[in-house]
């Protein structure tokens, strides 16, 4: 089924929106809703197959990044579809001190959505790495 601007809109919101969600239920909620139950990401050599995964991945980097307070899930504008490909760039912005907005990760992202619209690839390639502590 043909994804309209409004379904990509929604699908980049709540998967930008998964990212910052401190509750764990809502969390494993959202994962079953945004991926396919085979769905898998692909990052910086490492990869998370299933809900199971997934909701296991999405927890670590909420506790990592965001449920620290150090950093913010941002994007860029610019979200390019092509088929069943949605492309987009997301960043971890500082959250607070006296670099609070400035964009400290970011990677394209490209998710292959399926019929239903919902993710079956996630890749994330970074262009831009967190800087060295």
């Given at each position: ?73 941002a994007r860029e ?11 987009l760039t997301i ?43």
């Amino acid at each position: 089924m043909p994804q309209t601007t409004t379904d990509i809109d929604r699908t980049v919101e709540r998967y930008l929106a998964v990212w910052s969600e401190p509750d764990a239920a809502a969390r494993r909620g959202a994962v079953a809703r945004l991926w396919a139950p085979d769905g898998v990401e692909f990052v910086e050599g490492a990869q998370f197959r299933g809900h199971q995964g997934l909701v296991e991945r999405v927890a670590q980097a909420y506790e990592l990044f965001v449920g620290s307070g150090e950093y913010r899930i941002a994007r860029e504008e610019h979200v390019t579809v092509h088929g069943d490909i949605v492309r987009l760039t997301i960043q971890l912005a500082y959250a607070r001190g006296p670099r609070a907005g400035e964009v400290a990760w970011a990677a394209r992202v490209f998710l292959v959505l399926d019929e239903d619209g919902r993710i079956r690839q996630d890749y994330h390639l970074t262009v831009r790495p967190l800087p060295a502590a």
